[in-house]
């Protein structure tokens, strides 16, 4: 077997499994707030797009994709960004999944005789990044993201010496599990990062449509990329999916998308990787990035959800409105593990320590003291969750 498995740490949810296996000790039902996983109806015109492509599964699908999906998400693109051009045929290419691609693209970019590889990543994190490096050969580099650094990737706590080593930066934008997104000055400065080091940037902006400021979308990578005359993508890849954007996890449908020269490479490794998409999901994939409305109906149905349960947590704990994405990051006053176990065996809500999501590096773990809390089951079962959470705190 690969040695390299052994460094992998379990997964957050099977840590959670095994801190409350005790189960509750209440006959309240079940609300379990730990997984990011949307729960909203998938809209009816994708369903039928995709029953509609059927047909599809009679043929092998191109790992390059069908050129009307590609030519589909370079539109929205470019109307979401306001990029002035994008080429579907080179700077475009679908996945199966945002996850499935962010773990394969270090396996391409990382050189496994590159024993002073490093990738860096926020802290907390999406475990995909650490597995993904650990796995290609790499060390990773953990840059927390804090209170105090206003939940930003802390780019300064790293050497100068060590950031010459670092080959590939996992960048989450809006954040998981804060919800914070980077400005066009924060880019402004990875990318400086980028160039002085030449390091490849992955930009995971999966919650990218999930945002409560109508007239402010969060900006994105290429966008910045474009606003700051950064002409090709240099370096630069971006990969988002259908999953949160149009509550289809289970089409697996996403795309990478920025420089020419690196979604070539990429296209050679997922070629003999076997990844293509199911014609099927294409034809499902083209009719979702092609309409706003569905998104936009999304984003109200969180947008309720937060005027609903922030009042009723921000009295006995702390935490905000995130920029984007779907959770709660609450500070705890008693340790997150002990409150999440707690909170499930006395009021049966489960949601996820943020220790599970970091680890301990300059001095700490950034997840401590946290929990995130997910608001994807339907109004009425968060509205009593985080009730129950209130009502939990409030004994503390």
Known sequence: MNPRLARLQPYPFEKLRLLTQGGPQTRLAPINLSIGEPKHPTPEFVRAALAGGL????????????????EAIA????????????DPATQVLPVNGSREALFAFAQAVIDPED???RVGCPNP?????????LLAGALPVYLNVTAENDFRPDTASVPEAVWRDVRLLYVCSPG?????????????????????HGFVIASDECYSELYYDEKSPPVGA???AAALGRDGFPRLAVFSSLSKRSNAPGMRSGYVAG???????????RTYHGSAMSVAVQRASIAAWADEAHVRENRKAYAEKYRAVLPLVQAPLETRLPQGGFYLWVRTPIDECEFTRRLHRDYNVLVLPGSYLAREANGGNPGKGYVRVALVAPLAECVEAVSRIARFASTL
Not at 75 to 81: A, E, F, H, I
Not at 259 to 269: G, Q, R, T, V
């Open 55 to 70: 047909d599809g599964l009679a043929t092998y699908p191109a790992t390059a994709g069908l050129p009307e999906l590609r």
């Open 75 to 86: 539109g929205w693109l470019m109307r979401r960004y306001a990029l002035p051009s994008i």
């Open 115 to 117: 024993a002073r590889a």
């Open 125 to 133: 994190f999406y475990q995909i990044y650490e597995g993904a490096t």
């Open 176 to 196: 998981n599990p804060t919800g914070t997104v980077l400005s066009l000055e924060d880019w402004r400065h990875l990318f400086a990062l980028s160039d002085r």
């Open 222 to 224: 290429l966008q910045a």
């Open 259 to 269: 420089d020419a020269a690196l979604l070539k490479s990429f296209l050679l490794y």
